[in-house]
């Protein structure tokens, strides 16, 4: 099980290893909720036809924060609840999708990304991944953009 | 742990779908959102659903749609091992100032 070869078949077919690597007669890995959510947070984000995370309040915080100046940008864990036990863990996401997608295909590209991204780097096992859609994004009306050319040279 | 299930690449599907001469290009169906989400893209007209795989072309003009739905069947059944195939023709892409498809228009 530990041989090279079936590390790298495992890797490539996308297959995770065992869960049990984390619990071990030598000891036991643990991994914080914080790092389950960033991971999910930025495989949610990666897939296409997703425009943002977060549900409506989170993101208007979201929005603020980043305007703080030496505040540490966008918060990838915006949109992100999850559960870790010693062995599983559980994934629920709010988000923002495109205008023009199918929210069926994009919900199931989101969890395939989601649990092959999580097994892949803490090998805990993902029980399951709700995907709620919050809101849906129209291109036009972001207010970010300034409609105007600026006043001055 | 959860296996999850083994897809067809959606790449190689197209590349099939695209070689066969009587498709114009692959169709993102109304809004486009025919398509496979891939981290960072997407590609158009592939649907990978659990009961199947979904090919989505826009045809040349001239031959029947039985003639281009076999042709690209006969291109990607090999690729998609197994599972149920469907393949739809959204549109043809007659080009009025291309002689060919005028002639075809006649024939």
């Given at each position: 099980m530990s041989s090279p070869t079936a590390e790298t078949s495992s890797m490539t077919t996308g297959k995770p290893s065992a869960s049990s690597d984390l619990v071990t007669s030598q000891g036991r890995t643990t991994i914080a909720d914080a790092v389950v959510r960033k991971i999910a947070g930025v495989s949610a984000r990666?897939?296409?036809?997703?425009h943002k995370l977060g549900t409506g309040g989170a993101r208007a915080m979201g929005a603020l924060r980043e305007r703080?100046?030496?505040?540490?940008?966008?918060?990838?864990?915006?949109?992100v609840t999850v559960e870790v036990g010693e062995r599983q863990a559980a994934i629920d996401l709010d988000i923002v999708v495109e205008y023009g997608v199918s929210i069926v295909d994009v919900a199931a590209s989101i969890r395939r990304n989601v649990i092959t991204s999580l097994q892949r780097m803490t090998g805990l096992e993902v029980t399951e991944v709700n995907v709620s859609v919050d809101d849906i994004y129209i291109p036009?009306?972001?207010?970010?953009?300034?409609s105007e050319p600026p006043r001055v040279q | 742990m959860t296996a999850l299930p083994t897809v067809p690449d959606p790449d190689a599907l197209v590349a099939a779908t695209l070689a066969?001469?009587?498709?114009?290009s692959m169709s993102g169906g109304l809004l486009g959102e025919?398509?496979?989400?891939?981290?960072?893209r997407r590609v158009r007209g592939i649907r990978t659903r659990p009961d199947g795989v979904e090919v989505h072309v826009i045809g040349v003009f001239g031959p029947s749609v039985t003639e281009i739905v076999s042709q690209v069947r006969a291109a990607v059944e090999p690729l998609v091992r197994g599972t149920e195939l469907t393949v739809h023709v959204?549109?043809?892409?007659?080009?009025?100032?291309d002689p060919t498809t005028k002639g075809a228009r006649s024939a």
């Open positions: 990666e897939v296409s036809g997703v703080i100046p030496g505040s540490s940008g966008p918060n990838v864990s915006q949109g036009g009306d972001d207010q970010q953009e300034p | 066969c001469p009587h498709v114009a025919v398509a496979t989400y891939l981290p960072g959204d549109d043809l892409a007659a080009d009025l100032d």
